[in-house]
């Protein structure tokens, strides 16, 4: 079983950039790939994007100039970062495992979004 | 991008009650579809993937049917943990992938 663990702050201005970190147990990042998802207060889920283990990506593309998903192999763990934030992007954001359905998440870390 | 809806958005039932749950894509995703379950400060939970390939895990019960733009998650007999929101999500086009709304069980 997969396990991930998620951080990174929660509390952030307008116009800052988020990072959040998952670090990745019981599996190997290679072979996989590797997602972050937010959700919305309304409950909406949004696919941000992914990469596998050798640095491919792919992004949405209502995010895609702003975000950039990241893997360290030495440290078995995918980065998320999202810049030039506003108070839409306040959700919960989960990291998650799977090519297609997602098969593991993380627990989520709330983000605000507020000066 | 490819926009899943789902129907009903909530729905009451009870314990013992067969309940069904429909999902439908603006477009064909073939059986590119999973289904999630949700329950209030927890990460989605996967339950069916392919349309209706039971999650390791998951009780019997969960069921799933469906290709192309239809689909159909069904709770044989609804249990008291089974209350919960629903998700849908497609993944034969991406990026990006998408989610329905929700069906919330209560």
Redesign the interface.
Known sequence: QVHLQQWGAGLLKPSETLSLSCAVSGGFLNGNYWSWIRQTPGKALEWIGECNHAGSAYYNPSLKSRVTISVDTSKSQFSLQLSSLTAADSAVYYCARGLGAFFDWGHGTLVIVSS | ?IQMTQSPSSLSASVGDRVTITCRASQDISN?L?W?QQKPGK????LL??ASTL?SGVPPRFSGSGSGTDFTLTISSLQPEDFA?Y?C?Q?YS??????G??TKVE
């Open positions: 991008d590119s999973a999630y990460a989605p939970k996967l993937y392919t999650e929101t998700y999500q993944y991406t990026p990006p992938r998408t989610f709304q929700g």
